[in-house]
């Protein structure tokens, strides 16, 4: 299969790498070949701008099996364990909008996006992928904002708790389901939490090891 590896640094993956560099796998840059699969790693950098035009981009030259973005997130339930490898099934806009005192309007509210149109399905930006469900049935389904000001603000984080319930929170999940959703091509998000804004519990290390860990279990299965 052809897969697509998305991250905002390679550093997140570094143990995967390494992973692969003891099984021999063959690695030129950005391109691994690995048994029957056919790997690309791309590299986005950080800004929703950049993660959205690049991935675009890759998606516009080549056909990708699957494609799965790598990222690091912050937990908004304190049910959410720190270090825990979910999966991302719907994003919210909730940086694009207007904040007024305690209150705030995405882009839907303000009516400059519908949930109607497309890419929407099922009512939001909803990833309906079942493609290798099995490998991917362990990781918990939850919902994201996209958020470039992260929610350790208190009455940012208050706002976006009430007004979206949100298991976790991401810089730029939005930037990346909007494109896949749009193109209409398989990708999962799996996100590895790094903090617990409700219990103030954090631990950075545990959470790229995990994140690791479960990554290669998946190249293994897939």
Not at 162 to 169: T, V
Request: proline share 2%.
């Amino acid at each position: 299969m052809k897969l697509l590896l998305v991250c905002n640094h390679r550093d997140i993956i570094s143990d995967t790498l390494q992973w692969f560099q003891q099984q021999h796998a063959v690695i030129n840059d950005n391109n691994i070949a690995f048994k029957q699969h056919k790997i690309e790693i791309l590299e986005t950098g950080f800004g929703g701008f950049k993660v959205g035009f690049h991935l675009t981009e890759c998606i516009l030259k080549s056909h990708y099996n699957l494609i799965l973005k790598l990222s690091e997130a912050h937990a908004l339930m304190d049910s959410i364990a720190v270090g825990q490898v979910v999966n991302i099934v719907r994003d919210f806009p909730a940086s694009d909008g207007n904040l007024i005192e305690d209150s705030f309007k995405d882009l839907y509210d303000t009516g400059y996006m519908h949930t109607a149109e497309h890419p929407h399905q099922l009512g939001g930006l909803v990833n309906k992928t079942n493609s290798y469900l099995n490998v991917f049935l362990p990781y918990k389904k939850v919902f994201s904002i996209t958020s470039a000001i992260s929610s350790h603000h208190a009455t940012l984080k208050k706002i976006r708790i009430e007004k979206y319930k949100p298991h976790i929170e991401t810089v730029d999940g939005i930037y990346f389901s909007y494109p896949c959703l749009w193109k209409r091509v398989s990708f999962y998000h799996l996100a590895a939490v790094i903090e617990n804004l409700v219990t103030g519990e954090k631990n950075i290390a545990l959470a790229k090891q995990e994140l690791n860990k479960e990554l290669i279990e998946i190249i293994q299965k897939l």
